[in-house]
């Protein structure tokens, strides 16, 4: 364990008398950080921008979030832990790759995978706990102090979007972030589209980590966010549209 | 009646032992598995369910089967079951402990299991199998425990326990039922996702399960002297032949949809099982073995001659309980998890604890049902001494 129960105790401290200090002089000279608004969180990926800077890029977004949210790097394939990672073109849409002619100019391209958020998710509708559950804003959270370990969100998640703790998780984490939980052995847990981050008015980390900018973070209900003008102009998928989970993440392919 | 348990041959008391020797072994590999984790078993991020879901599922089957020889009892009034219902309802009991069991082993915080009541979740089907999980057990322990009690005494069942036996036999498909609505209503698993996965269950089932009690009999005619009567075995196999041949019919609709529609999705998980994909073939010589007895089984089960004739009904009923265990217990797990979501394949095979903790929780099923069995013929044993002296031959 890198952080120390006394370090996490004084880190508590001087939050509280941070609280208490901005208390006392009513804000005037603390701004109060305000939570992102939005009912209906999307990501669109720009899969052309993505490739072009594949070589240079170093995963940046894959690296920051896994460090930010302590997600450990288990060696074992079987066994390991991801919240976004890149998979080829024919594995995340395998049912495109069937239409080899269209789609050859695609194949082996990167894309980027994570858990879509989905408007209707089957992970939610299965989990007899709520452990998974959506928030109004479209997130779909995970709690792993209620989850039981059953996997049946595993099971119902067609996009293969979650992980779960096999063993013990912290062993495998090179640097605790302390500001953000790590977990123990037998929850599921994916990425929770970094709704602490927005809840401090900031977009998702791989969004701001990408060097080529080619993650766009917006509300899919509010007309004038940037995303609804991308979505309009250029050519959007989404895995595995037939299932009608309605996924909140879009690939720009065109 | 709990002290009939408590006496017995040398044999019983060694197979009890043996039985003991086994749980104790699935213990130990429980406790590994309790302090390392689910990473101890072969499952993986893409098989997330294996041997364990798939005994539960398997065993599931035979817990609702015991209705097959209740319903028939209570129901229709069919006097010839009289001796073979209580073994039924018996290994309801036992097998509905062990689904519970296999369930409970699978969890990864088995500490938090009671959020499931905490926290009722009437969306998630989960939420629903513990509800009749539980209930038919219970249902089970009473119907069953107030009849034997009632013959124990030298009496008929009261007529209060009437209801609660109905409820039980309409409960009893619901169990099967609601665990096939696990499977079938996630998309995405093509081949999960099945209308007639449900009634493949049943069919499995009430041929599975009935299969199991006859063999049950039969050793119970050689080993414990008590004998369930020749017509109740006849019936119960042409119960058995009737549900396997649906069974292997609705495995036949499930192939010809696949194929004749010409969707490779659906097909990829029939290819993987019985021919190989990509170059995996783990299951393969498991899935045809299983097809193999299938299909010994429906011939001896056909013939009138090889289904009255005790033997080759024997083997003829070892073979549905196996080809439907290898069935419902590989087939249909890593069948429905290959290929991934991805199109790719990630072979699953379940470690030596896995399999320890399994073999553990069967054992600690058949003790529980070695000692409610010896109970119930106990009581029958007594009663059958008390007839005869009351009539004219005294006999043993
Ligand atoms: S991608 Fe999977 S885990 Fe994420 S919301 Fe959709 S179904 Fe749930
Ligand atoms: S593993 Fe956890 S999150 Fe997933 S369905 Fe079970 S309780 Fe819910």
Redesign the interface.
């Known amino acids: 364990m890198a952080i120390k129960r006394r370090d996490l105790l004084k880190l508590g401290g001087l939050t509280l008398i941070g609280t208490a200090a901005s208390a006392a002089v009513g804000g005037v000279y603390t701004k109060p950080q305000e939570a992102l608004k939005g009912s209906r969180w999307a990501l669109a990926i720009d899969v052309v921008k993505c490739k072009e800077n594949r070589a240079t890029c170093g995963l940046k977004c894959v690296e920051v979030c896994h460090s930010l949210h302590n997600v450990p790097s288990i060696p074992d394939?079987?066994?390991?832990?991801k919240w976004i990672w890149e998979?080829k073109f024919?594995?995340?849409f395998?049912?495109h790759?069937?239409n080899y002619y269209l789609n050859e100019k695609l194949h082996d391209t990167p894309f980027l995978l994570l858990c879509n958020h989905c408007d209707n998710p089957?992970c939610v509708?299965?989990?007899?706990?709520?452990?998974t559950f959506k928030r109004e804003d479209g997130i779909v959270m995970m709690d792993y102090h209620?989850?039981?370990?059953?996997?049946?969100c595993?099971?119902?998640?067609?996009?293969?979007a979650r992980?779960?703790?096999?063993?013990?998780p912290r062993p495998f984490i090179a640097k605790v972030n302390p500001e953000y939980p790590s977990r123990?052995?037998?929850?599921?847990e994916k990425c929770t589209l970094c709704y602490e981050r927005i809840a401090e008015g900031k977009i998702p980390a791989c969004v701001e980590a990408c060097p080529a900018k080619a993650i766009v973070f917006g509300d899919l209900k509010n007309p004038n966010d940037e995303i609804n003008k991308i979505l309009k102009e250029r050519i959007a998928i989404r895995r595995?549209e037939e299932?009608t989970?309605y996924p909140s993440v879009f690939y720009l392919i065109g | 009646m709990i002290e009939k348990a408590l006496t017995g041959s040398k044999k019983y008391w060694l197979w009890l032992a043996f039985l003991g020797t086994l749980i104790f072994i699935g213990f130990l590999c429980y406790l590994l598995q309790w302090k390392i984790g689910l990473g101890i078993t072969g499952m993986s991020r893409d098989v997330s369910w294996g041997f364990y879901i798939a005994n539960f599922t398997f065993l599931v089957g035979v817990a609702a089967s015991a209705v097959m020889v209740v319903l028939p009892y209570y129901w229709h009034n069919y006097k010839d079951f009289g001796k073979i219902t209580v073994l039924g309802e018996f290994l309801a009991i036992s097998a509905v402990l062990m689904c519970m069991l296999f369930i409970f082993v699978d969890l990864g915080q088995p500490n938090r299991v009671l959020n499931v009541l905490r926290y009722p979740t009437p969306n998630s089907v989960f939420f629903f199998d513990a509800c009749v999980l539980s209930g038919y057990l219970l249902l089970n322990l009473l119907c069953g425990w107030t009849v034997l009690h009632a013959e124990y005494k030298g009496t008929k069942y009261p007529s209060w326990l009437k209801p609660f036996i109905y409820l039980a036999i309409l409960w009893a498909p619901s169990i099967h039922i609601v665990t096939a609505f696990i499977y079938q209503g996630i998309p995405g698993r093509h081949f999960w996702l099945t209308a007639i996965m449900a009634p493949r269950f049943l069919a499995s089932a009430f041929s599975a399960g009935p299969a199991l009690i006859i063999i049950l009999a039969l050793l119970l005619k050689r080993v414990a002297n008590f004998d369930a009567g020749q017509k109740a075995i006849q019936t119960l196999a042409k119960i058995v032949t009737y549900a396997f041949v649906l069974n292997l019919l609705f495995f036949f609709f499930e192939v010809f949809t696949a194929f004749y529609s010409g969707i490779q999705s659906h097909q990829a998980p029939i290819k993987y099982l019985f021919a190989g994909l990509h170059g995996h073939a783990e299951w393969v010589p498991f899935m045809w073995a299983s097809y193999i007895l299938a299909f010994i089984a429906l011939i001896l089960l056909v013939i009138p001659a090889t289904r009255k004739n005790e033997t080759t009904l024997a083997v003829a009923c070892l073979s549905v309980f196996i080809a439907a265990w290898i069935d419902k217990g590989i087939g249909l797990i890593t069948g429905g998890y290959t290929p991934t979501p991805f199109e790719t394949i990630t072979p699953y095979r379940p470690t030596l604890p896995e399999i320890g903790i399994a073999i553990g929780i069967w054992a600690l099923g058949f003790f529980v049902l070695t000692i409610l069995y010896k109970i119930a013929l106990g009581v029958k044993e007594s009663k059958e001494l008390r007839v005869k002296y009351q009539g004219v031959l005294i006999k043993k």
């Open positions: 394939k079987k066994k390991e832990i998979e024919e594995h995340a395998p049912e790759e069937a089957p509708r299965v989990c007899p706990t709520k452990a209620r989850c039981i370990g059953c996997r049946f595993m099971a119902a998640c067609p996009y293969g992980s779960f703790n096999w063993i013990d123990m052995k037998g929850v599921v595995k299932l989970t």
